[in-house]
Structure formats: structure tokens, C-alpha cells
């Protein structure tokens, strides 16, 4: 299964309360998203997969949560935000500038 994060996508528009688009509900979102999915399917765990901004949410929703997976997989996992965000910016800012130059 496959699920976007609230705010994000076509969910944008139902943002009522943005004090509640915190890290810590996101990780309990997860949660509670795993405990409807085990309920559905008659499992006891499920492997939970996380890309991109969602592997931090995945990363922290294991930690806290690791009876509910079999195991986290991280695709394009977040290690240093703040690091990660700074060579993003400073790759930007290069190939524009080779892209006014050309």
C-alpha cells in the first residue's frame, strides 16, 4: 500500500489544523495506519518502507513502534537534513549558473 503524508498531494486543500503537522504526528499517523493495515490483512507485522522525507518518519515510527515490523527499508534515506538540504541548494545554484552562462 502506498500512503502520502497529510498536506501533501490532493490532500493540501484539507489542512485544517497545521499545529498538528508535526514530526511526532506523522510518526503516530504511521502508527496508526500500520495497526489498521494489520487489523485488514490478519498480520502481526508488516515491513515498512520509507522514501525520501518519509524515511525519517519511517526510521523514528520503527524505533519507537519495532513490535508492528518485520524490518525498515529506507530508499533515498534522510541522514542529515539540514546537510542534505545545503549540498541541495548549493547543487541548484551551480548548474544554474552554468545554465546562464551557456
Same mark, same amino acid.
Given at each position: 500500500m502506498d500512503w502520502d503524508q497529510p498536506g501533501a498531494g490532493k490532500s493540501y486543500a484539507a489542512i485544517e489544523d497545521v499545529d498538528r503537522m508535526t514530526i511526532d504526528q506523522f510518526v503516530e499517523d504511521t502508527r496508526e495506519l500500520t495497526l489498521q493495515l494489520l487489523?485488514?490483512?490478519?498480520?502481526?507485522?508488516?515491513? &515498512?518502507? =520509507?522514501?525520501?522525507? $518519509?524515511?525519517?518518519?519511517?526510521?523514528l515510527a520503527a524505533a519507537r513502534?519495532?513490535? &508492528?515490523?518485520?524490518?525498515?527499508? =529506507?530508499? $533515498?534515506?534522510?541522514?542529515?537534513?539540514?546537510?542534505?538540504?545545503?549540498?541541495?541548494?548549493?547543487?541548484?545554484?551551480?548548474? &544554474?549558473g552554468e545554465v546562464i552562462d551557456a
Open positions: 487489523e485488514r490483512f490478519h498480520k502481526k507485522r508488516i515491513v &515498512l518502507v =520509507g522514501h525520501s522525507w $518519509g524515511s525519517a518518519i519511517g526510521v513502534y519495532p513490535d &508492528l515490523y518485520h524490518c525498515y527499508v =529506507g530508499i $533515498g534515506q534522510v541522514a542529515n537534513m539540514a546537510e542534505g538540504e545545503a549540498a541541495s541548494y548549493r547543487w541548484t545554484l551551480r548548474v &544554474l
